[in-house]
């Protein structure tokens, strides 16, 4: 989408090279643990979770105050996955980060897991909250973010949607009320690759028409008093530069548009939603996120 | 069972003025208390609370779904939010995010249903909420609790303070007269007979308990002694004392400002269906939606004032077969 009204100019990027590359290598990494947790367990959101692992890795190992072996901590950044169907890509990227041991991945989709099928914050101490029914997560962002500004303390709150997400009228009532709060220590990002399940038909057979008009979504969070900057979500240096631009506006809440695509990095999963995927689309896809070493 | 004789007398507070003004006491020893409200206060109710903590006071717009959701984050940073709206919006407007947020995190908000059942002014059936109590019962993991009078409200707060989970405090618009004198102290899952008798059995909620002590003498008139036994706690349930009431009289009543489908009535036949078998009959809303008109007269069209209880309590037993009141034996064979 073309950039849209009361969009703020982004930094340039910040990080060191070498160090982009680490995190773009571990975004490579989540990727792969996504596509396989899903071919063992036979199912998962595995397109949602592919377009949101740059954005998750650039929060988890570089932007965000948090110590993973005290998950508890109460002075640590909170995150929010309110795309709470993503979860496969924040399992893995806590993995990754040193939450718990990436082998036990393995048991996603199995009796007694910590890792539900959406994010359950009363099996995995990690979690800061709960999420599945979009929207309701945003809320409890707002929530924490407004119960920081209550207690004086710094720490701030990062939360994740999607752009389908973001028909849920829940996320209008909660952003009116972040920008009539004037929230400046939340972050929102919009993971927006583009397509939900169903959505509305597009012009050639079989295609989608992504979930809002361009720009209009741009304009609707600026409507509700938020600061709206916009990213290519794929780019970890771009994304990190955005989030620290982000840091130093006050006043209101920023949202950043995060242009994504469904299925990144295998190329046949563009637009999948939740399915399984069979023996032969894991060789596959990992070929593909091999070669991307 | 617990006992406890009903003082039943003066006019009573407004609950909900009890209500704000007890949770101004507490917060003033406690700075985790917060009151969020849906453009519902007044200067009246939770405007005492939001003159006397300006702060804490959290004005979330008309607006229940993110309401409860805020909640839920703010308790995940250590407070203890009230939320208070009206009941039928707190419980079927937000009940996806009481069910994921509240219910199933175990986070500990209060949802305050304020105005909950058949009396809400002249709204009518959209603001009469007459199977909150169904809702929210089949939810795992919520309590949900319904005060009597202004003593059992305040006392429920105070206690409320430190439980651990989500509680919905059904609580009933205006008036209602004293139940208890200030030493009572609310029990979890625990009922209060509030009048002593054998011959049969009622067995109520929140400030209906008022409405059948009042019935008692009309029962009285006709050779009936009721044990009446008042249910603050709605979940988890007395059981102990459902079933004692109903060994000792044999036969069951249980009357509610609600629907007679998965209420008090519908968790006290769970509770003998399972324990102790005998005849009970529902006195409540019958499987309908009301509508807009004066608290008198809708307590009576709907059958849950004073002399529609005594009158339908007083046909059923006459429609009892086995009934042997004229000869003065017990109703039931308990």
Same mark, same amino acid.
């Given at each position: 989408?073309? /950039?849209?009204?009361?969009?703020?100019?982004?930094?340039?990027?910040?990080?060191?090279?070498?160090?982009?590359?680490?995190?773009?290598?571990?975004?490579? /990494?989540?990727?792969?643990?996504?596509?396989?947790?899903?071919?063992?367990?036979?199912?998962?959101?595995?397109?949602?979770?592919?377009?949101?692992?740059?954005?998750?890795?650039?929060?988890?190992?570089?932007?965000?105050?948090?110590?993973?072996?005290?998950?508890?901590?109460?002075?640590?950044?909170?995150?929010?996955?309110?795309?709470?169907?993503?979860?496969?890509?924040?399992?893995?990227?806590?993995?990754?980060?040193?939450?718990?041991?990436?082998?036990?991945?393995?048991?996603?989709?199995?009796?007694?897991?910590?890792?539900?099928?959406?994010?359950?914050?009363?099996?995995?101490?990690?979690?800061?909250?709960?999420?599945?029914?979009?929207?309701?997560?945003?809320?409890?962002?707002?929530?924490?973010?407004?119960?920081?500004?209550?207690?004086?303390?710094?720490?701030?709150?990062?939360?994740?949607?999607?752009?389908?997400?973001?028909?849920?009228?829940?996320?209008?009532?909660?952003?009116?009320?972040?920008?009539?709060?004037?929230?400046?220590?939340?972050?929102?990002?919009?993971?927006?690759?583009?397509?939900?399940?169903?959505?509305?038909?597009?012009?050639?057979?079989?295609?989608?028409?992504?979930?809002?008009?361009?720009?209009?979504?741009?304009?609707?969070?600026?409507?509700?008093?938020?600061?709206?900057?916009?990213?290519?979500?794929?780019?970890?240096?771009?994304?990190?530069?955005?989030?620290?631009?982000?840091?130093?506006?006050?006043?209101?809440?920023?949202?950043?548009?995060?242009?994504?695509?469904?299925?990144?990095?295998?190329?046949?999963?563009?637009?999948?939603?939740?399915?399984?995927?069979?023996?032969?689309?894991?060789?596959?896809?990992?070929?593909?996120?091999?070669?991307?070493? | 069972?617990?006992?406890?004789?009903?003082?039943?007398?003066?006019?009573?507070?407004?609950?909900?003025?009890?209500?704000?003004?007890?949770?101004?006491?507490?917060?003033?020893?406690?700075?985790?208390?917060?009151?969020?409200?849906?453009?519902?206060?007044?200067?009246?109710?939770?405007?005492?609370?939001?003159?006397?903590?300006?702060?804490?006071?959290?004005?979330?717009?008309?607006?229940?779904?993110?309401?409860?959701?805020?909640?839920?984050?703010?308790?995940?940073?250590?407070?203890?939010?009230?939320?208070?709206?009206?009941?039928?919006?707190?419980?079927?407007?937000?009940?996806?995010?009481?069910?994921?947020?509240?219910?199933?995190?175990?986070?500990?908000?209060?949802?305050?249903?304020?105005?909950?059942?058949?009396?809400?002014?002249?709204? &009518?059936?959209?603001?009469?909420?007459?199977?909150?109590?169904?809702?929210?019962?089949?939810?795992?993991?919520?309590?949900?609790?319904?005060? &009597?009078?202004?003593?059992?409200?305040?006392?429920?707060?105070?206690?409320?303070?430190?439980?651990?989970?989500?509680?919905?405090?059904?609580?009933?618009?205006?008036?209602?007269?004293?139940?208890?004198?200030?030493?009572?102290?609310?029990?979890?899952?625990?009922?209060?007979?509030?009048?002593?008798?054998?011959?049969?059995?009622?067995?109520?909620?929140?400030?209906?308990?008022?409405?059948?002590?009042?019935?008692?003498?009309?029962?009285?008139?006709?050779?009936?002694?009721?044990?009446?036994?008042?249910?603050?706690?709605?979940?988890?349930?007395?059981?102990?004392?459902?079933?004692?009431?109903?060994?000792?009289?044999?036969?069951?009543?249980?009357?509610?400002?609600?629907?007679?489908?998965?209420?008090?009535?519908?968790?006290?036949?769970?509770?003998?269906?399972?324990?102790?078998?005998?005849?009970?009959?529902?006195?409540?809303?019958?499987?309908?939606?009301?509508?807009?008109?004066?608290?008198?007269?809708?307590?009576?069209?709907?059958?849950?004032?004073?002399?529609?209880?005594?009158?339908?309590?007083?046909?059923?037993?006459?429609?009892?077969?086995?009934?042997?009141?004229?000869?003065?034996?017990?109703?039931?064979?308990?």
């Amino acid at each position: 989408m073309t /950039r849209a009204i009361h969009t703020q100019p982004v930094a340039e990027a910040l990080a060191p090279a070498v160090r982009i590359d680490e995190l773009h290598e571990t975004a490579r /990494r989540v990727r792969i643990e996504v596509v396989q947790a899903v071919a063992r367990a036979g199912g998962g959101h595995v397109g949602a979770s592919l377009s949101a692992a740059d954005i998750l890795v650039g929060l988890y190992f570089a932007e965000m105050n948090i110590r993973p072996d005290a998950p508890d901590w109460t002075g640590r950044d909170r995150f929010v996955l309110s795309k709470g169907h993503a979860a496969l890509a924040l399992y893995a990227t806590l993995a990754l980060r040193g939450y718990f041991a990436v082998d036990e991945l393995v048991t996603f989709g199995h009796l007694d897991s910590r890792f539900q099928g959406h994010p359950d914050m009363t099996r995995l101490t990690s979690v800061d909250i709960s999420t599945g029914a979009l929207g309701a997560g945003f809320s409890a962002a707002v929530g924490m973010a407004m119960g920081s500004k209550l207690r004086g303390t710094p720490e701030r709150t990062y939360v994740l949607l999607g752009d389908g997400e973001c028909q849920e009228g829940e996320v209008w009532e909660a952003a009116f009320v972040a920008g009539r709060y004037r929230l400046d220590n939340l972050l929102a990002i919009v993971d927006l690759n583009g397509y939900q399940v169903t959505g509305w038909p597009g012009t050639e057979p079989g295609s989608q028409t992504p979930p809002w008009p361009a720009e209009a979504l741009a304009r609707q969070w600026a409507a509700s008093g938020w600061t709206v900057l916009e990213v290519d979500g794929h780019d970890i240096a771009a994304i990190l530069a955005v989030l620290a631009t982000a840091r130093e506006m006050t006043g209101r809440p920023v949202v950043v548009i995060a242009r994504t695509i469904k299925g990144k990095g295998v190329s046949f999963m563009k637009g999948w939603h939740s399915r399984p995927v069979t023996p032969d689309e894991l060789d596959r896809a990992m070929e593909e996120l091999r070669e991307a070493q | 069972m617990r006992h406890s004789e009903a003082v039943a007398g003066g006019d009573g507070r407004v609950l909900r003025e009890a209500f704000n003004r007890t949770l101004i006491e507490l917060a003033q020893e406690r700075p985790e208390i917060l009151l969020l409200d849906a453009d519902n206060a007044t200067p009246a109710t939770e405007g005492l609370f939001a003159e006397a903590f300006p702060d804490r006071f959290l004005q979330m717009g008309a607006a229940e779904q993110n309401m409860v959701g805020v909640a839920a984050g703010l308790a995940t940073m250590g407070f203890r939010p009230y939320v208070s709206s009206y009941a039928c919006f707190q419980v079927y407007r937000a009940h996806d995010q009481v069910r994921v947020l509240v219910a199933q995190t175990g986070l500990p908000v209060r949802l305050i249903g304020q105005s909950a059942g058949l009396l809400t002014g002249l709204t &009518g059936k959209t603001h009469q909420s007459i199977d909150d109590v169904a809702v929210m019962r089949a939810m795992p993991g919520m309590t949900v609790l319904t005060p &009597g009078d202004e003593v059992e409200t305040a006392d429920m707060l105070r206690w409320s303070l430190d439980f651990p989970g989500p509680i919905y405090l059904r609580l009933p618009r205006g008036t209602a007269p004293l139940l208890f004198d200030q030493t009572y102290r609310f029990e979890l899952g625990k009922g209060v007979a509030v009048h002593e008798g054998g011959d049969i059995a009622i067995i109520s909620a929140g400030i209906q308990t008022s409405r059948v002590l009042a019935a008692v003498p009309a029962l009285e008139a006709a050779g009936i002694r009721p044990l009446v036994l008042h249910l603050p706690s709605l979940k988890p349930l007395d059981e102990d004392a459902i079933e004692e009431a109903a060994r000792i009289a044999g036969v069951v009543v249980t009357v509610e400002d609600h629907s007679v489908i998965g209420g008090l009535g519908s968790a006290v036949c769970e509770v003998l269906a399972a324990r102790y078998p005998v005849p009970v009959h529902r006195i409540g809303i019958a499987d309908c939606y009301a509508e807009s008109a004066s608290p008198d007269e809708l307590i009576e069209r709907y059958g849950i004032s004073s002399s529609a209880v005594a009158r339908s309590i007083l046909a059923w037993v006459a429609s009892r077969s086995d009934h042997a009141l004229a000869s003065g034996q017990a109703i039931g064979d308990g």
